[in-house]
């Protein structure tokens, strides 16, 4: 069964930084576009960042352009979230997933606050 398992979640304050690890239990991420989402309370779940299977190109929600950096180490089957320059708006519970795929994980929690 394939699945992907989040961590690194937390609490930082505005102007912190968090890094997301996902890895791949039954799955190759090397084999999958590689997406990061996220779910705010009371909203619907937004992908963030993605990186597609080939030449790692990657590409960013408006919102997070230039605070947040998704990569991946095949080695280690992980995909990572780097997020920057946190700000309140970034709390959320983020998943991540193959683009299209309707079985998600638990998340993991990050929530933005001084």
């Known amino acids: 069964q394939v699945q992907f398992v989040e961590s690194g979640g937390g609490l930082v304050q505005p102007g912190g930084s968090l890094r997301l690890s996902c890895v791949g239990s039954?799955?190759?991420?090397?084999?999958?576009?590689m997406a990061w989402y996220r779910q705010a309370p009371g909203k619907q779940r937004d992908m963030v960042a993605r990186?597609?299977?080939?030449?790692?190109?990657?590409d960013y929600a408006t919102p997070v352009k230039g605070r947040f950096t998704i990569s991946r180490d095949a080695a280690k089957n992980t995909v990572y979230l780097q997020m920057n320059d946190l700000k309140n708006e970034d709390t959320a519970l983020y998943y991540c997933?193959?683009?299209?795929?309707?079985?998600w994980g638990q998340g993991t929690q990050v929530t933005v606050s001084s």
């Open positions: 997933n193959s683009l299209g795929s309707v079985n």
């Open positions: 990186i597609f299977r080939t030449g790692g190109h990657t």
């Open positions: 039954g799955a190759n991420v090397s084999n999958y576009v």
